[in-house]
């Protein structure tokens, strides 16, 4: 009876430790993205890649994400948003930013730069790893880790509108803000 009762207990419990486990998230240095499925919190890395985040946030800030398309989404690759115009071609109305490669890995969750093939040519557009993109190590910026919602990203309908896919109606996000600014 009372090992039955310590493993309820312990089982009661667990929910509570994980909570207690879970990192504390800076308001300012975390991304909060509205998919249709469910919030995405991002884990920004200024460590990493400051100016890459300060452009983030500052897109974030001004609504420029608001109901911007995935335009890329590749099955065991990653999804690819950030152009207004939704072909892959577009970015916001800021100077391109120099690249801020790191050795930090491309893994599943992590955030990166999209660009052209040009190293300093990040402006808006970003992507999110579904799997491991170590091919991508340092030769693109990341900028941050989804910590939480990664399922709701699997989720974003597959297709590639920039290269002539057939994508209808493809997914967006909502609503793009720092943690800081929800209300």
Known sequence: MLRRTLIAGLVALAPALAVAQAPKLDPQNTL???????????ALR??????????????????????????RVIEGFMAQTGDPQGTGMGGSDLPNLPAEFTPEPFGRGTLGMARSSA???????????FADASFLNNQYTVFGKVVQG??????????????????????????????????
């Open 46 to 71: 200024p460590d990493l890649a400051p100016k890459h985040v300060e452009r983030i946030k500052t897109l974030a800030k001004r609504g420029f994400y608001d109901g911007i398309v995935f335009h």
């Open 150 to 183: 990664m399922e709701f990203v699997d989720k974003i309908k597959r297709g590639d509108k920039a290269n002539n896919g057939s994508v209808s109606n493809p997914d967006k996000m909502l609503k793009v803000r720092l943690l800081a600014d929800v209300k």
């Open 32 to 42: 909060q993205i509205d998919l249709k499925d469910g919030k995405v919190l991002i």
């Open 119 to 129: 190293p300093n040519s990040a402006n808006s557009q970003f992507f999110i790893c």
